[in-house]
Nanobody
C-alpha cells in the first residue's frame, strides 16, 4: 500500500512560518529514501504547481521563483523525512501542499496533502 503522509499545515498570519513534513511507510518509505522528492501545491481553482524539490542525496535543491528566498527544502536521512520550511508566508501561498516522488506520480498516486492558509 502506497502511503505518503504530509503534515504541518495550518492557519498562519502573513509573515509567519510553518514547517511541512513528508514521511512514508512500507514500500513507500524506500521510494522516499531513494528518489528526489518534490513539494507541490494546489490553490482553489488552480492547477497543481511545483514548489521545490530535493535530490535523494540532499545535494541539490530547486525552488519556484515565487518561493525562492522564503522556502527551504531539506531531508533528514535518519528519519527518512523531507521538510519544507516556509518563512515570510504570503496570502498567495495559501494552498494544499503535497510531497511526491516521480515513481509515485507515474502511478497516479498523490497523498492527502496538508492545508496551508495564510490570512490575517
Amino acid at each position: 500500500q502506497l502511503q505518503l503522509v504530509q503534515s504541518g499545515g495550518g492557519l498562519v498570519q502573513p509573515g509567519g512560518s510553518l514547517r511541512l513534513s513528508c514521511a512514508a511507510s512500507g514500500e513507500t518509505a524506500f521510494i522516499l529514501r531513494d528518489n528526489a522528492i518534490g513539494w507541490f501545491r494546489q490553490a482553489p481553482g488552480k492547477g497543481r504547481e511545483g514548489v521545490s524539490c530535493i535530490d535523494s542525496s540532499a545535494t541539490s535543491t530547486n525552488y519556484a521563483d515565487s518561493v525562492k528566498g522564503r522556502f527551504t527544502i531539506t531531508r533528514d536521512t535518519a528519519k527518512n523525512t523531507v521538510y519544507l520550511q516556509m518563512n515570510s508566508l504570503k496570502p498567495e501561498d495559501t494552498a494544499r501542499y503535497y510531497c511526491n516522488a516521480e515513481p509515485l506520480r507515474l502511478r497516479g498516486y498523490w497523498g492527502q496533502g496538508t492545508q496551508v492558509t495564510v490570512s490575517s
